[in-house]
């Protein structure tokens, strides 16, 4: 009894515990629950106060009450540290100090509350993640710029944002001259879609095929290894794309293919499509979400082409405003998606001729709209009221008819019928020549076969044993791809309109209208495309050059003259990027141009001879023949002591003497330029002086510092006396304050 009793009284108190803890446990999570309803319904409510703090905030910033929008948001972190809201007013709070205040320190803070784990919202972490960079950005931090950036495009692949960090990457080393990395930054700005970018069931005839491929395995994918695609089209052809990710750990794939009207030619790298094909997209997923693995997905879009219609010259090359009168008409309509054989295929257009109606024509038609409008009001009002109202609906009737109503009158149209052209697009080679085109009908054997050379003749075992296999055919495709259908028709001059022939009568300023309707588009619906001519009597012959030769000696140097400065402004560009050899050699064609137009000018001298000692001395400062550069503007002041080019040259030689280091040069510069009492540099040119003085006196020391230091004051306060009206009266001062502060 006592064995039971001393197990029962241990089993009795630990059931208790059991029990007391079951029951603690129960009433906390009760309290717990209840306390969890209390704050969701809580967080409902502070939700919606929140929200309509934040709009109060933005209604103060768009009636410009600046500081009280910040205090407005800043009550919103305050009283409601819980709610979703809140990160809406980091956001503004951070866009305000980012862009308005430029205050990068306290945007990012705002930022960075906002990119936290807690908030659940990935578009709203992802911008705050790029605003992030964009603070160290603008603060030309770029170094955590980069990082910051990269985790955007790590952490958030299918955000929109990940565009606009490629953007700053790039921006951030073309500031750091990283020209490379720069561009290659760049040129992956686009290339990111987001999940909201609407699909396209429709593909251009003649334009790039992209496809995109949104795929979680994708993101263990190695770098640089493409994704296979299969592109089919109906008509037969049959293409592989290489798809590859848009960088690393990103589900995102990107490829692309380009197409063009014609017959299907597998395995080219072109898909060849025509009007009325679909093209169906085939991507093997390896790994399903539902554990099975090598699934198709398939996707396809339909083939269309945006029309085009022009009143085009003779040559079916440019676009006309004007149609001659008593010629033909050269019509041209562009519509890819109506190449729909192997043939000349047609479609059908309407020429139409408007004629300008007359005053009379415009008021009988305002009065029977005036007319209509009366009858209408009748039939609605009571016939007490008809009388009073039918006059000012009448008169407010013909005001608002008046615009509507069109000006020109339809006189004269034509049915016409375009037909399929065959259009040789050929591109220029390097050499400038074009290549050769096999025609149909062309014997290859009557053209002369390229001279064998020792590598290549064939021993007359070979030859017997090629006597036996036929000749190789060449394929010559007869087939008509162009998209581009085009007619004539015949304009007369005529005041009389007869209808029924197919030939339109117009007067001179009379319109031309060409009306296709394209039923079959990258947009919803039919499309109605149309293009006008002005009747005009006489020729549309363009003025052409027939002599290249310039006669006028002045004029042709004036010309070589520009050239010489367009072949130095490239050698700039190109020394900005850091291509040196490639600036060289254009400061070198720059110089040979100039150098030939100096020698031409001192014979005529005057305002073109200035202008080459000009350019001379601008070639050689680019080139850092600094010598050569002041000997050519010492010429200049010589022989033009009063052009407006001399100062400015003589100030720009003696920064650089100063900042290599040769002080005494400088200074014999500045005194040159301080003495041309016309030059309107000479405050700079005395501040020069001053600032040689003080660069003298820091590099020396003992009693000859001192002396230095009292010249380099005196100096300085030449410029305050003598160039009150010089930009540099401001730093002089100050220099002269910081000169009393050392004393």
Request: charged residues 30%.
């Amino acid at each position: 009894m006592r064995h039971l009793l001393a197990i029962g009284v241990p089993f009795g108190f630990l059931l208790a515990i059991v029990v007391g803890e079951a029951a603690s446990q129960d009433a906390s999570k009760s309290a717990a629950a209840g306390k969890k309803k209390r704050r969701v319904r809580g967080s409902l409510v502070e939700d919606r106060a929140a929200k309509k703090l934040v709009e109060a905030g933005d209604s103060r910033l768009e009636s410009g009450e600046l500081k009280k929008a910040v205090e407005v948001w800043q009550s919103v972190i305050e009283r409601y540290p819980r709610s979703r809201i809140r990160y809406e007013a980091h956001i503004r709070l951070g866009n305000f100090f980012l862009q308005r205040d430029r205050a990068y320190d306290k945007a990012r803070v705002h930022f960075e509350a906002t990119a936290a784990e807690d908030n659940r919202d990935e578009d709203q972490r992802a911008e705050a993640t790029l605003k992030i960079g964009v603070c160290f950005y603008q603060a030309r931090n770029f170094g955590k710029c980069f990082g910051v950036m990269r985790d955007v495009i790590e952490h958030f692949p299918v955000s929109s944002q990940v565009n606009q960090a490629y953007y700053y990457i790039g921006l951030g080393h073309f500031q750091l001259g990283h020209y490379s990395r720069a561009i290659a930054a760049l040129e992956k700005v686009g290339t990111n879609m987001s999940g909201e970018d609407d699909q396209v069931a429709k593909v251009e005839a003649g334009k790039r095929f992209f496809v995109r491929i949104d795929d979680a395995d994708l993101a263990a994918l190695e770098p640089g290894k493409p994704v296979k695609v299969t592109v089919s089209v109906t008509s037969g052809d049959s293409e592989t794309i290489d798809c590859f990710t848009v960088g690393r750990n990103v589900r995102i794939a990107l490829g692309s293919i380009p197409t063009r009207l014609g017959r299907p030619v597998k395995g080219n790298g072109r898909l060849e499509v025509k009007g009325d094909d679909t093209v169906k997209v085939t991507y093997t997923d390896a790994h399903t979400a539902d554990k099975k693995t090598d699934q198709p997905v398939l996707n396809s879009v339909s083939v269309v082409g945006d029309g085009v219609a022009a009143i085009t010259d003779g040559a079916f090359e440019e676009t006309l405003n004007g149609a001659v009168l008593g010629k033909a008409i050269n019509l041209q309509i562009s519509d890819p998606d109506r190449d729909l054989t192997d043939g000349p295929d047609k479609i059908e257009a309407i020429i139409e001729v408007y004629r300008r109606k007359t005053d009379e024509e415009i008021e009988t038609e305002l009065l029977k709209k005036a007319t209509e409008a009366d009858s209408e009001a009748t039939k609605k009002d009571a016939a007490t009221k008809a009388a009073a109202n039918v006059g000012a609906t009448g008169d407010a009737g013909s005001d608002g008819e008046r615009e509507e109503i069109d000006r020109f009158k339809k006189i004269d149209e034509v049915k016409v019928t375009l037909v399929e052209a065959r259009i040789e697009r050929r591109v220029r080679g390097l050499d400038e020549k074009l290549p050769e085109v096999q025609k149909a009908g062309d014997d290859p054997a009557a053209k002369p076969a390229p001279e064998k050379t020792d590598a290549t003749e064939k021993t007359p075992a070979a030859e017997k044993k090629d006597a036996g296999k036929p000749a190789p055919q060449a394929v010559v495709d007869n087939s008509i791809h162009s998209g581009v259908f085009r007619t004539t028709v015949a304009l007369a001059k005529a005041d009389e309109i007869v209808g029924g022939d197919q030939v339109l009568q117009a007067l001179p300023g009379d319109k031309v209208r060409l009306v296709y309707l394209d039923e079959r588009n990258s947009s919803d619906g039919i499309h109605q495309v149309q293009s006008e001519a002005r009747c005009i009597e006489g020729n549309l012959g363009g003025v052409r050059v027939t002599r290249a030769v310039i006669s006028d000696l002045e004029l042709r140097l004036q010309t070589e003259l520009k050239t010489a400065g367009a072949l130095t402004n490239i050698a700039n560009r190109y020394k900005e990027f850091g291509l040196k050899t490639n600036a060289n050699d254009k400061y070198e064609q720059a110089l040979a141009v100039c150098e030939k137009v100096a020698r031409s000018a001192s014979k005529l001298g005057g305002r073109l001879l200035e202008e080459t000692y000009v350019q001379l001395w601008r070639i050689y400062f680019e080139m850092d023949r600094l010598e050569l550069a002041a000997a050519m503007a010492q010429r200049l002041q010589r022989e033009f002591p009063n052009s407006g080019f001399v100062d400015d040259a003589l100030l720009q030689l003696a920064d650089v003497a100063r900042k290599q280091g040769n002080l005494q040069r400088a200074i014999g510069i500045y005194n040159r330029l301080v003495n041309m009492q016309t030059s309107q540099l000479r405050g700079e040119a005395q501040f020069g002086i001053a600032q040689c003085y003080e660069q003298m006196a820091l590099a020396s020391t003992g009693t000859g510092a001192a002396q230095l230091s009292d010249r380099a004051f005196q100096e300085y306060k030449k410029v305050f006396d003598q160039f009150p009206d010089s930009g540099r009266v401001g730093e002089a001062v100050s220099r002269m304050a910081n000169y009393y502060y050392q004393q």
